[in-house]
């Protein structure tokens, strides 16, 4: 049930480009392949992914999200798989490798660095949160994964594959100016069926949209911490402190 | 019964499993992922979940059964179930995975056994209610209905 304006525009958009999503340029369908190791959770990712118009390719871990994208073990990441990945987004938790060693990972790869990374978890807690974006993760956002974050992520990859295709390299460019543009956001209640549709109407940056509840109190430390009494704010701008920004999205209820 | 008496007791029905926390908002998103491209999206997800954790909860009550405990590993399978139960908005059984979470890092065992039967009761719960929702929709598609959305105004 695609309700409002944005995801319909969105759709006619990539009915110009018929057929031709496999290509790299000339496609304003955006790829992206999505890493979790639940079941249930690639089942939900990838739908409100499809429901947002993006082609998806879910795998269930780090390893296999880096043979897809061409970065084995065997051998060094030298042509592209010919599928263009717009956006990665995967989990934090998974056995084996974990999404933060993901991250990791493609950022050191010259190859893969430039595909935005977004790192999904349901724990909200500040340092891990911290610690991915430092890594240079897009964003963070608190599982479960809601239509509005994926609509959020959906009008910021458009706008950069646009910036992408029209331009050699803007793509870095581009990027630091959502962020620095993504200060505060208009906070939009999550529970709300209607209130989503209103935060969607203009394409804003990364910008994390919290939801009400915010717990101010979260251990830092560095080991991953279950935090019982948080339901938590989406994802921190890099840029501003997070104590700030919570603070902000908690008067913003 | 007619089709409009089905539909109000699906509502009321659908409603009550939100005051009553079986359900959160998650299930509405679930539901707004489901369009006639996708029908089945909330029955396949919520079966999936089902058919997933059943085989969770039988590795949870060997790992609590062995001799030397492994309490990470009880952890990890019940922040698996958390995080699943999460996706698909079955709160009580999330809330009591998050109970259990926390004996588990006090590596208390006789509370991990008593937190592992209340996760359980709490799964077969749900399983009874969301069994209970798909037949009262099924029933109204096959008289010719159709399913009335959730609206949920305020809980």
């Known amino acids: 049930m695609a309700r409002n304006g944005v995801i319909s525009w969105r759709r006619r958009s990539s009915d110009q480009f018929d057929g031709s999503d496999l290509s790299p340029c000339g496609s304003e369908e955006v790829h992206v392949l999505a890493v979790d190791d639940s079941l249930v959770d690639r089942k939900v990712i990838e739908r409100l992914l499809k ?160 939801s009400p509840s915010v717990s101010l109190s979260e251990p830092s430390s560095p080991s991953p911490s279950p935090s019982p009494r948080s339901t938590g704010p989406r994802s921190p701008s890099s840029l501003e402190s997070p104590t700030r920004r919570l603070k902000m999205s908690s008067c913003c209820d | 019964m007619e089709v409009g008496q089905m539909q109000r007791r699906l509502v009321e029905f659908t409603k009550s499993l939100f005051v009553e926390g079986f359900l959160d908002g998650q299930f509405l998103q679930l539901q707004q992922l489901q369009d006639d491209s996708n029908p089945d999206f909330v029955v396949e997800v919520v079966s999936l979940f089902f058919q997933d954790s059943e085989k969770l909860l039988n590795d949870l009550t060997s790992a609590l059964e062995q001799q030397d405990v492994d309490f990470k590993k009880v952890d990890a399978h019940v922040h698996q179930l958390k995080g699943s139960s999460s996706s698909i908005g079955a709160q009580r059984v999330k809330n009591a995975c998050v109970v259990f979470r926390s004996f588990c890092e006090e590596q208390n065992l006789q509370e991990c056994m008593r937190c592992l039967q209340l996760v359980k009761q709490e799964f077969y719960l749900a399983k009874n209610k969301f069994e209970t929702l798909f037949t009262m929709e099924q029933q109204i598609v096959a008289a010719g209905g159709s399913i009335p959305a959730t609206e949920i105004t305020s809980f």
């Open chain 1, 51 to 210: 429901i947002s118009s993006c082609k998806v390719t879910a795998v269930d871990s780090g390893i296999r999200a880096l043979q897809f994208l061409g970065l084995d073990e065997e051998k060094t990441a030298g042509d592209f798989n010919g599928l263009k990945v717009d956006l990665i987004i995967t989990d934090y938790c998974m056995p084996g490798m974990t999404g933060y060693e993901l991250l990791k990972k493609i950022k050191e790869s010259s190859t893969l660095r430039e595909i935005p990374v977004v790192i999904m978890s349901s724990e909200n807690v500040l340092a891990r949160i911290d610690r991915c974006l430092e890594e240079g993760a897009e964003d963070f956002i608190v599982k479960p994964v809601k239509l509005s974050d994926v609509k959020r992520l959906r009008d910021f990859m458009t706008r950069d594959v646009g910036d992408r295709v029209r331009s050699d390299g803007g793509g870095t460019t581009h990027k630091r100016k959502l962020q620095e543009s993504s200060d505060v956001s208009s906070c939009s209640p999550s529970i709300s069926s209607a209130s989503s549709s209103s935060s969607s109407s203009q394409p804003t940056t990364p910008s994390r949209s919290p």
